[in-house]
């Protein structure tokens, strides 16, 4: 098999086509799908729509409820701390406010708490790897906001809701989109750089599922400029990170408050007995979980530990029945399937052709809608397969400098060029094979717009919540939902530790969780939270011996 | 058409049992050293992939595994070459013959301060990273980025002042450590040009008016009726106006662009 530009040759004869077609392309744009239309293609291709993928959860409060497999594992797994092996005598840490996740949502919640009068070292961040090792980090196209004067916050909360397929918790919804101009003003004054116009104007681009051009973007590196800015924010405070320590469970009260955790020294194996008085979740996301057998573009501590913790308390869980495939997940080369190529791409005027070069879906569909359409095209014989046998379809990269201008893929998406080059692959000539990839955990822990959950003590903000995006959720509006729930948890916290007074410590939920998988009739083989998924080679595994 | 094309529907339809067989046949297996310890592995897999290949389970060194986090610096040589290569393990294939070694730590401190009490001057990045200064202009640094980025260009801006210069190729920086660790100054280049994007993105670049009036908008309640009513409303209702907004995007592409 001859390589040429980066591609094997048969892939390069569909590219010849691909150019063949773009002028064409570009003039005879393919229309948006009508609602029933994307009702239609969602039920037929979608996973959240197949036979097998999702199973009614058998204990705790969410019982009879559809999630999606492996998180119904998870939650029916044995809880991984047995409460006779902690001695919650010794407390190691004593704080106001603890918050479990170093990412954008913990982040940010920190500096608010600050903000709110939390003194800094009544504060206390742990996290599973390092301080701001997490999916914020890798967000790629942008934030929404409703800054312009022909948008407005009212057209944001209808694409929200909308997009969601119209089961949001609309309160949430509303918070999104009314919190999203302040939290760029936020962002200013620590010194983000957006893009912006020579007149000082955001260059603001169009998502998929916006009726309006409000995508904030910082070249394709957004999440990563955000997440430097709120992280060295945090570390000129000096407030105190506990790295590579994940809670592993939740502590409660003899009142039933959420009272700290327990978390465990990946390095030294050891565990730290943690009282606070408000407890902040932001875990984060499911992706390493990879539901459906999907591949994914997360980061590798996201495996769900937050909806496990928070469910073994009894808080309830939000749309899991869902998840969301980002539609250009990279298919070739190899080295870097699942990885994202950011939506940016077609915000910028991509479109996704097929094997033939024929275009087949309007390009800024809602992602499930999108990529649905991608799937479709595949599984009906009009994409490519390549050398591994994964199939994708052609996202035509090039347009993007005939539409904007030479030089606007090197300025606008670095991240991108940069990862093809590696490979030989020179996206401003040539498209890239995308198919979808897990991207995000739609729902999760329900959250009101205080980011209380139902156990008192017990706050959530970011990927780990469910009712912000209902079932689905628009581009841009991740980064979005951290800063404005990481926001509210923060200073809603903050208030509460105040005033809560925390009883005798105890982890008799786990024993009382125990005893309802014994009451369903399940004998659980694995325990949860996992912390991080598995990927040894199967020859290591299977040679392996559990004696050091 | 192709006969390659033939051939990969062939494979296809007998299914992934013989995948790695044929990858093998086909890309074959390379020898790499991890910390010295020779493991064979298929050619093809990223550094990251093939340590996992080999048996190790990561705790440090690996966190978003798609070149965003700096996680995974790795360090390496190719047996009997000259060139110490340096690299992030998620994004780098390994090749025969590697010595491998990762660095998921680097000890550099960072200067502290408030964002919102220090003056945005020419000489702001030398009071807070004097050791710029010591830049002896040996570009190693550069020679180290894992993102090809001109480190030892945007040192040179900070000496000279120019904030938003340094602040613009330094853009792309995730922030690995691996300059600091290179550099025979002991200078700390990324913690540098993050003091110096945020002085740009807070007092360099100008700011928006439309954002400014949406603020004063919002403070005055001026949506807070319509969400509301958006809220209250019935879900036929809300799916009609919904089906019925216009898409700004939609006539942006029939108009071809811009």
Known sequence: MKIINGYPDYMMESIERVEEKRERNMKEPVKPMSLKDREEILSKYHPDYMEGTRRKVRVGVDKGKLMYNGIVDLLEAKPVVDPKDIDLGKIDYDVDILIIGGGGAGTVAALFAYESGVPRDRILIVTKLRHGDANSMMAQGGIQAADRPEDSPVLHYLDIYGGGHFTNKPELARALALDAPGIIRWHEELGVMYDRQDDGEFLELSGGGTCRNRLHSCKDYSGMELMRNIRDRARNLQIPVLEFCPVVELLMDDKGQVAGGVAFNLETYEYYVIRAKATILATGGSGRLHLSNYPTTNHYGATGDGLVMAYHVGANLLDLDTIQIHPTGDAYPEAIVGVLSTEKIRGLGAIPVNKNGDPFVFPLEPRDVESAALIRECKEGRGIVTPTGMPGVWLDTPMIEIIHGEGTIQSQLSGEVRKFKRFGIDITKYPILVYPTLHYQNGGVEINEKTETRVPGLFAAGEVTGGVHGKNRLMGNSLLDYNVFGRRAGIYAAKYAKKAKIGKLTLSHLEKYSRMLEEANIRPTKTAPILLPEYRGEMAISRSLDIF | ?258
């Open chain 2, 1 to 258: 058409m192709s006969k390659s094309k033939q051939v990969v529907i062939e494979k296809k339809k007998t299914g992934r049992a013989n995948k790695s067989e044929d990858d093998k046949e086909k890309q074959g297996v390379v020898e790499v050293f991890i910390m010295g310890k020779s493991y064979r592995v298929p050619a093809g897999l990223t550094i990251m992939k093939a340590l996992e290949y080999a048996g190790y389970r990561f705790i440090r060194g690996c966190g978003c595994r798609a070149g965003f986090c700096g996680a995974c610096s790795t360090v390496y040589r190719i047996e009997d070459e000259q060139k110490l290569g340096f690299d992030l393990a998620c994004q780098k294939l390994v090749e025969d013959k590697m010595y491998l070694v990762q660095l998921p730590f680097v000890p550099a401190a960072k200067a502290v301060y408030d964002i919102n009490k220090l003056e945005p001057s020419d000489s702001v990045l030398l009071t807070y990273y004097p050791e710029i200064a010591r830049c002896v202009s040996c570009n190693t640094c550069t020679k180290s980025c894992p993102q090809d980025i001109e480190v030892m260009k945007y040192i040179q801006s900070a000496i000279r002042g120019d904030i938003a210069k340094c602040a613009e190729i330094s853009f792309d920086c995730i922030q690995c450590g691996l300059c600091a660790m290179r550099c025979p100054a002991d200078i700390k280049h990324y913690h540098v040009a993050q003091l110096a994007r945020r002085i740009r993105g807070k007092y360099l670049d100008p700011k928006s008016k439309n954002l400014a009036k949406r603020l004063k908008e919002i403070e005055e309640r001026k949506f807070d009726e319509e969400i509301e009513k958006l809220m209250k409303m019935d879900k036929k209702e809300i799916m009609e106006l919904y089906r019925n907004r216009k898409i700004e995007a939609e006539e942006s592409v029939i108009a071809g662009g811009d």
